[in-house]
Nanobody, 123 residues
Framework: QVQLVESGGGLVQAGGSLRLSCAAS????????MAWFRQTPGKERQFVAA???????DYADSVKGRFTVSRDNAKNTVNLQMNSLKLEDTAVYFC?????????????????WGQGIQVTVSS
C-alpha cells in the first residue's frame, strides 16, 4: 500500500509559477510510474504528466513546454514544476502511482492516489 500526499498548491497569477510535490510513504515508489492528473468541477480527471521509473516523461499537449515532472527516488517524491500558468490550469491536482512499470496515461492504470490539492490561477 502506498500513501501519497500532495503539497505546494495555492493561488498564483497568470504567467506565474508553482511547484507541486508529492510525498510517498508505505513503500518505495522508485520502480513505479508516477503521474499527475487534474480535475475541474463537472469534468473527468485528466492526465497532465507522468514519469517512468527510468526517467522517461510524458506530457499532455496542453502543458507541454510549460510543465516539468521530476522525481527524487532518494526522497520518495515526485514534483511538478508549473511555469507560464494559464487560467485554464486552475484545477485540483492529483498525484498517482502505477506499480506495473509502464508509462501510461489512463486513470485506471494508476492504483494509488493522493487526496488532491487546489491550484488556482487568477487574471
Amino acid at each position: 500500500q502506498v500513501q501519497l500526499v500532495e503539497s505546494g498548491g495555492g493561488l498564483v497569477q497568470a504567467g506565474g509559477s508553482l511547484r507541486l510535490s508529492c510525498a510517498a510513504s508505505g513503500r518505495t515508489v522508485s520502480a513505479d510510474t508516477m503521474a499527475w492528473f487534474r480535475q475541474t468541477p463537472g469534468k473527468e480527471r485528466q492526465f497532465v504528466a507522468a514519469i517512468h521509473w527510468r526517467g522517461i516523461t510524458d506530457y499532455a499537449d496542453s502543458v507541454k513546454g510549460r510543465f516539468t515532472v521530476s522525481r527524487d527516488n532518494a526522497k520518495n517524491t515526485v514534483n511538478l514544476q508549473m511555469n507560464s500558468l494559464k487560467l485554464e490550469d486552475t484545477a485540483v491536482y492529483f498525484c498517482a502511482s502505477s506499480p506495473w512499470g509502464a508509462l501510461v496515461r489512463g486513470r485506471n492504470e494508476y492504483a494509488f492516489w493522493g487526496q488532491g490539492i487546489q491550484v488556482t490561477v487568477s487574471s
